[in-house]
């Protein structure tokens, strides 16, 4: 039993993973013997919906000054925010001196379309190398994670906002109610708060367990961040299913009565309610898919390089691979290698398994069958990108929405 981060009232965990490492702490052989773990277990909150890790581990052991996500490596990433900064601009940046905050801006790649439309803007950062790629590229930024008490120093230094943003960003803060307190005490009267995140109802409808990892403590629907925000007297009028990330949904958010609530809120609330999203039976069941999921992945596996000695290299070293990897006791005897491109993991190992990360010239040079997909929301993109390797009739092993070889 533990008290829900939300409602305060207490819940079970429907799932445990096991002992856990940082997701996204790719180490070297030297660091090996102190390596972090915790048990990552999920639990349901039926009072209030909401789904979330029952314990994180502490947030310097998850955002230090190597954490190695840099949003601008993705070009379907830019054109996503690129996008989104068009929106913010028509519907809510249009009147007089409009002024927009992000939290959690990474390296600057929405703000800098707010910011090469002479737009007021100000990033909120909390990794410093990250924050000073985005102060290099002339985008205000300040390092620090946002809270209630930043907001009010936002505040004296440059007014309300007209938008508040976030990306990616909120399901990893578990004192969320600070956060809230401190976007209404931001907003302007008519002011909006929009965040997107990884949706729920994709992750119990494709069983894309591996969403769940350390830095994500909330897992959002529709229903839970109704009830969540009602707390701050706070309204969701608008949302928008998202592809990215596996699926992920954009939360329009505004002070309770002044902006008009659409159909669309209407209908997602109906299909989550179709679907189970507030019952607890769904996520019994949901275990029980995880479970197959595991089962089916490892038989495969263990099948092409067990038994047929058939190389196996997994593609992309992201922070969901190290859920999958550990939870289903995936190590170097089934996979040769990750292949990655971010240099600053290559020629490190997995979090917990210990697998190598090489880089695309070594999966070049090792002409697997097998090529494990962890980064199966970008799918369309690396298909196209390793023609060559479907023209020689290479194999790909994928696990969401089923596990399967292509
Ligand atoms: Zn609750």
């Known amino acids: 039993m533990a008290a829900c981060r939300i409602c305060n009232n207490h819940y079970q965990e429907f799932i445990s993973f096991g002992q856990m490492p940082i997701a996204n702490g790719f180490l070297l052989p030297e660091n090996f013997e102190q390596e972090y773990y915790f048990e990552m277990k999920v639990g349901f909150c039926t009072h209030c919906s909401m789904v979330q890790l029952l314990e994180q581990p502490d947030r310097e052991l998850m955002f230090h000054e190597d954490y190695a996500f840099f949003s601008s490596l993705s070009q379907g990433q830019t054109i ?8 913010l601009i028509k519907d809510y940046l249009c009147e ?3 002024f927009a905050v992000e939290i959690g801006s990474n390296d600057g790649i929405m703000l800098q379309n707010l910011a090469a439309a002479g737009i007021r803007h100000l990033g909120v950062e909390p990794s410093e190398n990250v924050a000073e790629i985005a102060r290099g590229k002339g985008i205000n930024t300040i390092c620090s994670f946002f809270d209630e008490e930043l907001a009010t120093r936002i505040i004296e ?7 508040i943003s976030s990306a990616n960003v909120i399901c990893h803060i578990p004192y969320i109610h600070s956060v809230l307190a401190g976007v209404k005490k931001l907003l302007k009267q008519e002011g909006v708060f929009i965040f997107e995140d990884p949706y729920l109802g994709d992750i119990v409808e494709k069983v894309s367990y591996d969403q769940i990892y350390d830095e994500h403590v909330f897992y959002f629907s529709a229903t839970s961040v109704k009830n969540m925000i009602a707390q701050h007297d706070l309204e969701l009028f608008d949302v928008e299913h998202l592809d990215v990330h596996g699926g992920s949904m954009r939360y329009f958010i505004a002070r309770r009565g002044s902006h008009q609530v659409t159909e669309k809120v209407r209908t997602l609330l109906a299909n989550e309610k179709a679907l189970g999203l507030e019952l607890h039976e769904t996520y019994q069941q949901l275990r029980r898919n995880i479970e197959h999921s595991r089962d089916q992945l490892v038989e495969i596996l263990e099948k092409v390089k067990l038994e047929q000695g058939s190389p196996v290299v997994a593609y992309g070293a992201t922070s969901k691979s190290t859920t999958v990897l550990n939870y289903c006791g995936i190590g170097p005897e089934l996979i040769d290698f990750i292949s990655d491109t971010t240099p600053i993991k290559q020629n490190k190992f997995s979090p917990g398994m210990h697998i190598p990360v090489k880089s695309p010239e070594d999966l070049e040079k090792k002409q697997p069958d097998y090529i494990l997909l962890f980064a199966w929301n970008h799918m369309q993109e690396i298909m196209n990108k390793e023609a060559q390797y479907n023209a020689r009739n290479g194999k790909w092993i994928v696990y969401v929405p089923e596990v399967k070889v292509i």
Not at 80 to 87: D, M, S
Not at 157 to 163: C, E, I, N, Y
């Open 80 to 87: 996503h925010f690129e996008k989104l900064a068009n929106r």
């Open 96 to 98: 007089t001196d409009p």
């Open 157 to 163: 230094q440059h007014g309300h906002a007209d938008t």
